[in-house]
């Protein structure tokens, strides 16, 4: 699946703004990512899932303190799927894995907006791979 890019750039930005949970917000992830799960902006489980469901394999670190709501991920070079991953997503490119810090650290719904977050920056890591893959045939 090609995503465009220019969007999930501009859900970034919104992420970094959101008040709270947004419906409106999930609504355009699903059609940016290509993936779902309802009330993911709510619930620390939901995202979770969501991001287990986009990056299968990855690794996901997420922590909340009154400054902010925080995100982490990148491959599991470590686990059963080594092989694949490293496949798939060079190490040169995605063993730094992908961050954010969103500010306010208001409640849990920040890290779902952060887990979402370094989900989208995962997935354009993805596509400008895939698009510079392609320019090289």
């Known amino acids: 699946m090609s995503r465009d890019i220019a969007k999930l750039r501009s859900l970034l930005d919104r992420i970094e703004n959101a008040e ?3 419906c ?25 899932k969501l991001f287990n469901r ?49 500010r306010l ?3 849990w719904h920040r890290c779902g907006y952060a887990i979402l ?3 989208i920056q995962a997935l354009i890591a993805i596509e400008e791979q895939a698009a510079k893959s392609e320019a090289a045939l």
């Open 20 to 22: 709270g949970p947004d």
């Open 24 to 48: 409106r917000i999930e609504s355009d992830a699903e059609r940016a990512t290509g993936f779902y799960i309802v009330g993911w902006s709510g619930s620390l489980s939901t995202a979770v």
């Open 54 to 102: 986009a990056l299968p394999d990855w690794w996901l670190s997420t922590g909340l303190c009154s400054l902010s709501g925080d995100a982490s991920c990148g491959p599991d070079y470590n686990g059963p799927a080594r092989e694949r991953l490293l496949r798939e997503f060079p190490v040169e490119r995605f063993d730094d894995g992908f961050h954010v810090d969103l």
């Open 105 to 107: 650290g208001d409640g």
């Open 117 to 119: 977050h370094v989900m």
